[in-house]
């Protein structure tokens, strides 16, 4: 869209050149146009209007591939956002499951240090019975 409208002003300016005026001014893209003649003391400033009104065409222009620059880069962006949190939510699973992990692994130390305690209270009670059984025979022997 910027050459054509750098040919275009430069078709104008040689309009201008020529007879005071040019038909392209009626562009839709201009927005209006202009009589067809002007007097030499307001050519310049037209012509300036003109050039105006057509870089601000090229400026819209810019603008519009600016902003699907900057959509692309929202998107990227974003991709990048939404991996970075799928990432994150994989980190928790697997904190989660880690978690359970420990627990059970826990419980299990838990039920094993109850076996041994009890195991420990059984060897105890078979010691101090068997004391007490032999101390009864020595006592039975010496009486």
């Known amino acids: 869209m910027a050459r054509p409208a750098v040919v275009v002003l430069s078709v104008a300016v040689q309009g201008f050149r020529r007879r005071g005026g040019h038909e392209n001014f009626h562009l839709p893209v201009l927005?209006?146009?202009s009589p067809p003649c002007?007097?030499?003391?307001?050519r310049g400033r037209f012509?300036?209007?003109f050039a105006d009104r057509l870089s601000r065409v090229g400026v819209t222009e810019g603008r519009e591939r600016e902003g699907e620059k900057e959509r692309a880069r929202d998107r990227k962006r974003e991709r990048g956002a939404e991996r970075e949190r799928q990432k994150e939510r994989e980190?928790?699973?697997e904190r989660e499951r880690e978690g359970a992990k420990r627990k059970r692994q826990i419980e299990r130390d838990r039920e094993r240090e109850t076996k041994e305690r009890e195991r420990g209270r059984e060897r105890q009670r078979e010691t101090e019975r068997g004391e007490r059984e032999r101390g009864e025979r020595e006592r039975a022997r010496a009486e």
């Not at 002007?38 to 307001?42: A, H, M, T, W």
């Open 91 to 93: 980190r928790d699973r």
């Open 31 to 33: 927005g209006g146009g």
């Open 47 to 49: 012509l300036g209007n």
């Open 38 to 42: 002007l007097p030499s003391s307001e």
